[in-house]
């Protein structure tokens, strides 16, 4: 079993959620339990490595930018392995933080970079372009991921000291991915077109048909009445154009921000986390569109 790793914090925490400090730790989980947190893992990684692509991504332009290196920068091999090392990077932090030891994490680290070097090959021949090459490696990286997530499923889970700042921080991952998703919105703000508002009755309505929690009472009539309400929204908006849609489509986005807050207070149709996630998003869109409609007269 891996060394425990000490924090400033008094507040022992499994990696793989509550167990009883006086119980060791089940050697096999079962199938529907196993299959259940191999799935979970994999959309942890997930969710780590996009938002160190969206945290690394802006840093890289701007170095790119500072010392004249945008264009290598931009050339697809090497975008792949920049592309590459920033998953990487947003995959070893969360991996480190659930204590998973250097084997596994080194092991998912080549799944990153492995594809993208096997397709470097045929690249250089000129077999493949550079779009190909990007997708490609991508493909290939959803089984490596998988093969090492299920070699190292039976790991056991190794007790973590945090510092509490680190366990809130974590626990507030929906904000900080929404935060990270629109940073790039803040340096260039723009209004987006009134028919984006569609979508926002949309997930909630997808994502209660695919969990069925739309049978409880007023719950469809309500989730029905949102999507008449930003449809007529987006119509008029459509209709005004100019300054006047503007506004009315950061309105809409800033309305549904409090639509996302409502079901996190209930719990109603989707998971709080992703109402606390949408809920930060969709502020932030409507501020970027704010400031855009303040400062360029959209």
């Known amino acids: 079993m891996e060394e425990t790793r000490m924090y400033a914090d008094t507040t022992v925490v499994p990696a793989s959620g509550p167990l009883p400090t006086d119980q060791p730790a089940p050697s096999h989980a079962t199938p529907t339990g196993g299959t259940r947190r191999l799935l979970r893992h994999l959309g942890e990684m997930a969710l780590a490595m996009l938002a160190g692509m969206l945290l690394l991504g802006p840093l890289w332009d701007a170095v790119g930018a500072a010392w004249g290196l945008a264009g290598s920068l931009g050339r697809p091999e090497v975008a792949a392995l920049v592309m590459a090392t920033n998953m990487t990077v947003g995959m070893t932090v969360w991996m480190r933080y659930g204590a998973h030891g250097w084997p596994a994490v080194g092991e998912m680290a080549a799944a990153m970079y492995v594809p993208f070097l096997l397709l470097l090959v045929p ?25 090492v997530a299920v070699r190292h499923r039976h790991e056991t889970p190794v007790p973590v000291r945090r510092h509490p700042a680190v366990a809130a921080l974590a626990h507030r991952w929906p904000t900080g991915l929404a935060l990270l998703m629109t940073v790039d919105m803040w340096v260039e703000p723009k209004v987006f077109s009134p028919w984006t508002m569609l979508v926002l009755p949309g997930g909630y309505l997808l994502i209660g048909v695919v969990r069925r929690t739309l049978r409880g009472p007023g719950v469809l009539v309500t989730q029905l009445a949102g999507l008449v309400g930003w449809v007529a929204l987006t119509l008029v908006a459509v209709a005004a154009g100019g300054r006047t849609a503007a506004w009315l489509v950061a309105f809409g986005w800033l309305a549904h921000a409090g639509w996302d807050l409502i079901h996190h207070r209930t719990g109603r149709v989707v998971p709080r986390g992703y109402t606390e996630w949408c809920g930060v998003f969709d502020a932030a869109l409507a501020g970027t569109m704010i400031l855009a409609i303040l400062t360029t007269g959209a």
Do not use: C, K, W
């Open 123 to 147: 690249f250089r021949a000129g077999l493949l372009d550079g779009d190909a090459l990007l997708l490609g490696g991508h493909l290939l990286m959803i089984p490596a991921m998988v093969l």
